[in-house]
């Protein structure tokens, strides 16, 4: 008998359009993933997601400026932070909302490590979240996710933005947020969750040229 030698080479790889198929046959369509699907596209998926009653939403990729601010604004909550016993954590974390809602915000944290809304794989709440503004959407931040949080239950929420060099804290009352201050350039920006926390506004905006 004469042995046949398969030629991995003849066989085709499956094309693209193909593969398309077969994702859209495998994958829910929009208006239809759950929280498992939702949690299992993002395990594995480097992209920065979000979900809302059945619909999934990409993100932007962050800037520069974006990154700078951010990691400025994470040195300062971590210092704060860590002496008192408390955690914060910046994206792409998850963190429920409620069952069908799901956001990965720029900065969350709690006051207690120990709080059992930390959990390992997404976070159940925060006592204060901190979303600097993109510029491709500004309303994302300063009006879905101001009704987003507060929906949470979120006591606090920071919102800086690079536009205009200002940072808003918001405060929960009830079931919506009141502004506790905005500041510009030359201004401190105060808690009133975080007792003597206070951020040099100048200081955060001048991070992505100071390289932080």
């Known amino acids: 008998m004469t042995a046949v030698t398969l030629d991995p080479t003849l066989a085709e790889p499956t094309s693209q359009d193909a593969l398309n198929a077969l994702l859209c046959d495998v994958l829910p369509a929009q208006g239809a993933w759950s929280d498992d699907a939702y949690l299992w596209l993002t395990d594995h998926s480097n992209r920065l997601i979000e ?80 979303e600097v503004v993109s510029p491709d959407n500004p309303g994302r931040d300063l009006v879905e996710k101001r009704a987003d949080y507060a929906e949470a239950g979120i006591p606090e929420y ?5 536009r205009d060099e200002t940072i808003r804290v918001l405060t929960l009352d009830g079931d919506a947020y009141v502004e506790h201050g905005a500041y510009g350039r030359g201004g401190t920006a ?3 969750l975080l007792a003597d926390f206070a951020v040099e506004v100048s200081a955060v905006f001048d991070a992505p040229q100071a390289g932080a």
Not at 52 to 65: A, F, I, K, N, R
Not at 158 to 162: G, L, R, Y
Request: charged residues 25%.
């Open 190 to 192: 105060t808690s009133s």
């Open 158 to 162: 920071w919102i800086a933005d690079p």
């Open 51 to 130: 979900f809302t009653d059945g619909h999934v939403q990409e993100l932007p990729m962050p800037t520069s400026t974006h990154q700078a601010v951010l990691a400025f604004l994470y040195d300062l909550f971590r210092a704060y932070l860590k002496p008192h016993g408390g955690v914060v954590m910046f994206a792409a974390l998850r963190m429920r909302i409620r069952a069908g809602k799901f956001r990965e915000p720029d900065l969350l944290l709690l006051r207690d490590r120990t709080d059992r809304r930390y959990q390992d794989r997404y976070w159940l709440g925060a006592d204060l979240v901190v």
